[in-house]
T-cell receptor, first 116, second 108 residues
Framework: GAGVSQTPSNKVTEKGKYVELRCDPISGHTALYWYRQSLGQGPEFLIYFQGTGAADDSGLPNDRFFAVRPEGSVSTLKIQRTERGDSAVYLC??????????????FGEGSRLTVL | AQRVTQPEKLLSVFKGAPVELKCNYSYSGSPELFWYVQYSRQRLQLLLRHISRESIKGFTADLNKGETSFHLKKPFAQEEDSAMYYCALNLWTDKLIFGTGTRLQVFP
């Protein structure tokens, strides 16, 4: 596809359940980012991958959150024992270099997570 | 701490009126700033970056280091400018820090 693809677009789950959110970046983009956007807020950085490795995971709120990118392309954000406060839109973005070099992130449409 | 502040949640103007969306940042180093825009039912996308000194869709933004501001301006607003606008700060690392956003409504 031409843009960043995220699935599912909507996910409703119960408190305590496990959730996986998937991101398929633009082909050839080496950098991949996860952001979280709560209602009325701007995107909040979670984690950044350069290739297969997590170069910066300082934004992950706690150890219930984990992300992988095993082959340097598709990434999965995993949330264990979900809590109501995890409800948000999870945005994925990719770029062809460091945000520090280009500043242009290409965003997906997001996955809206609702924890009941 | 590094921070981006957008004081207005909502800015409403009539078509043809000038627009200024405010952005202030807190950062001790040399900043790089951006404006991102999200139109209705579309994904977040880059509008402009200060380092390019460009005008996109009639919008400009000047970095004022003395006032630590990067306000977005357009002399004559159009209805199609209605959107959510986010100011973002790059710390010359690997992540952007976004403000809380300003919704611009342009009435006919």
């Amino acid at each position: 596809g031409a843009g960043v693809s995220q699935t599912p677009s909507n996910k409703v789950t119960e408190k305590g359940k496990y959730v996986e959110l998937r991101c398929d970046p633009i082909s050839g983009h080496t950098a991949l980012y996860w952001y979280r956007q709560s209602l009325g807020q701007g995107p909040e950085f979670l984690i950044y991958f350069q290739g297969t490795g997590a170069a910066d995971d300082s934004g992950l709120p706690n150890d219930r959150f984990f992300a992988v990118r095993p082959e340097g392309s598709v990434s999965t954000l995993k949330i264990q024992r979900t809590e109501r406060g995890d409800s948000a839109v999870y945005l994925c973005a990719s770029s062809n270099g460091l945000a520090g070099e280009t500043g242009e992130l290409f965003f997906g449409e997001g996955s809206r997570l609702t924890v009941l | 701490a590094q921070r981006v502040t957008q004081p207005e949640k909502l800015l409403s103007v009539f078509k043809g009126a000038p627009v200024e969306l405010k952005c202030n940042y807190s950062y001790s180093g040399s900043p790089e700033l951006f404006w991102y825009v999200q139109y209705s039912r579309q994904r977040l996308q880059l509008l402009l970056r200060h380092i390019s000194r460009e005008s996109i869709k009639g919008f400009t933004a000047d970095l004022n280091k003395g006032e630590t501001s990067f306000h977005l301006k357009k002399p004559f607003a159009q209805e199609e400018d209605s959107a959510m606008y986010y100011c973002a700060l790059n710390l010359w690392t690997d992540k952007l820090i976004f403000g809380t956003g300003t919704r611009l409504q342009v009435f006919p």
